[in-house]
T-cell receptor, first 115, second 113 residues
């Protein structure tokens, strides 16, 4: 079955510290992979996406993610977090031909920033 | 270029009633997808409209229906509301049905009592 797992429900990091949010997926074919961020009262904003090519993907707001096929993972990283990064983060997976009907979201990781 | 807008922002209904939610897509986009996001969960795909036709549906009952208009704005209708329909409803617009890059609206928070 196709699924996305975000093992960490809530993470707290200090401002200026590095961040890694985990995402594991189960998918039958080579997937499209996405990370979205949702601030309170806001819709989702796309941080980055991976379709093919270089497995290290750069996104907006200083985020990057690495696709590791052998581990079925697509972890999100940021070298130094800012207080404004506090939000809910969602990993999502879709088929290679990317139709919205097949995009599956994880349950999210809530990020809190310690001053 | 305007972003994706949704109305209303909040809504309270009682069980058994009907509700219509609205979404204006981003300029130049012909595809709108609707998602339900229950509290503490990720969004779940309801359906997608591409050029005024339904183009894919998730695991939702027929009482969830939609429309897309010639200007590519869209409506989500839910009949016979149930308590479990309480959620944030998100719409997302994209340039085409592949939805490789979706732009989400702020959502409509629906509470069913």
């Amino acid at each position: 079955a196709q699924s996305v797992t975000q093992p960490d429900i809530h993470i707290t990091v200090s401002e200026g510290a590095s961040l890694e949010l985990r995402c594991n997926y189960s998918y039958g074919a080579t997937p499209y992979l996405f990370w979205y961020v949702q601030s309170p009262g806001q819709g989702l904003q796309l941080l980055l996406k991976y379709f093919s090519g270089d497995t290290l993907v750069q996104g907006i707001k200083g985020f990057e993610a690495e696709f590791k096929r052998s581990q079925s993972s697509f972890n999100l990283r940021k070298p130094s977090v800012h207080w404004s990064d506090a939000a809910e983060y969602f990993c999502a997976v879709g088929p290679g031909y990317s139709s919205a009907s097949k995009i599956i979201f994880g349950s999210g990781t809530r990020l809190s920033i310690r001053p | 270029e305007t972003g994706v807008t949704q109305s209303p922002t909040h809504l309270i209904k009682t069980r058994g009633q009907q509700v219509t939610l609205r979404c204006s897509s981003q300029s130049g986009h012909n595809t709108v997808s609707w998602y339900q996001q229950a509290l503490g969960q990720g969004p779940q795909f309801i359906f997608q409209y591409y050029r005024e036709e339904e183009n894919g549906r998730g695991n939702f009952p027929p009482r969830f229906s939609g429309l897309q208009f010639p200007n590519y704005s869209s409506e989500l209708n839910v009949n016979a509301l149930e308590l479990d329909d309480s959620a944030l409803y998100l719409c997302a617009s994209s340039q085409d049905y592949r939805a490789e890059t979706q732009y989400f609206g702020p959502g409509t928070r629906l509470l069913v009592l």
